[in-house]
């Protein structure tokens, strides 16, 4: 059974850096294409960094050059390094995984129905 679970949210004021974690368990965490969404109140979810199986990764423009997407193939676990927050980073942060290896184009990172399996969230709140 596949599970994701998230940990790592916070609040922290503008500026500040969180590590979001995301450990996978009931699968071969490596083989396949793994995302980071977040979903603001009132908004739709949307992508935020995907990697896939090469370790190839793609970022949101809107996060681009202050969020790392990470992983570790020995401890199952997918990180989110977020840097010099905003308070418009503010909502809760999933992860999620697809059946596929690699995570391909632009889609991955807007397409919510791309992804089979997602975690519960984890709330990240940024103040000004």
């Known amino acids: 059974q596949v599970q994701l679970v998230e940990s790592g949210g916070g609040s922290v004021q503008a500026g500040g850096s969180l590590r979001l974690s995301c450990a996978a368990s009931g699968y071969t965490f490596s083989w396949y294409c793994m995302a980071w969404f977040r979903q603001a109140p009132g908004k739709e979810r949307e992508g935020v960094a995907t990697i896939d199986s090469g370790g190839s990764t793609r970022v949101a423009d809107s996060v681009k050059g202050r969020f790392t997407i990470s992983q570790d193939n020995a401890k199952n676990t997918l990180y989110l390094q977020m840097n010099s927050l905003k308070p418009e980073d503010t909502g809760i942060y999933y992860c999620?995984?697809?059946?596929?290896?690699?995570?391909?184009?632009?889609?991955?990172?807007?397409?919510?129905?791309?992804?089979?399996?997602w975690g519960q969230g984890t709330q990240v709140t940024v103040s000004s």
């Open positions: 999620a995984t697809a059946r596929r290896t690699y995570c391909g184009g632009g889609y991955s990172l807007r397409a919510t129905s791309f992804y089979n399996y």
